[in-house]
């Protein structure tokens, strides 16, 4: 199994704080096992994944091979087998959205699935990572806002 946990706040000047551990997942190349992917929202005040796509992958390419994210408001997952053949890895990327104070913020990180040894196996450095911002979305669909 591997973790995602996340963290959302508004800082002291009302701009959205987020801190996602790891910031990247990296799926170790293993064709014979499923992996189960959980979202975990935690120590998040008046927050919750947003209700039916609290995390959601892109159309792509490449277009994520598990199975559709599902969860309610403070945890989510999803399956998949690595069986990327390499040599470099397939980067999927996924939107975590959630709800604070009535009000629906968006984050786009990745999960990468690694080839097999010796290019693959995750990367130095992921041990947690702060993102400031993306603003407040567009409740008519628009920009969704921007990482700094």
Known sequence: MATVLIRFKLDSSGNPEWHVN???????H????RVTIDWRLEMSPNTSFASGN???FDKGPPAWV???PSGGATHYSSEET???PGPNANVYSYSIRVVH?????ELDP??????PPP??????????????????KNPAGGDHGERR
């Open 22 to 28: 790891p910031p990247t997942l990296h799926i170790p």
């Open 30 to 33: 293993d064709p014979r096992a």
């Open 54 to 56: 609290g995390i959601a």
């Open 66 to 68: 598990g199975t559709t």
């Open 82 to 84: 690595n069986d990327n």
């Open 101 to 105: 104070k009535e009000k629906t913020y």
């Open 110 to 115: 990745d999960v990468s699935n690694d080839p």
């Open 119 to 136: 290019g693959g196996g995750g990367e130095e450095g992921d041990d947690g990572n702060v993102h400031r911002g993306p603003r407040p």
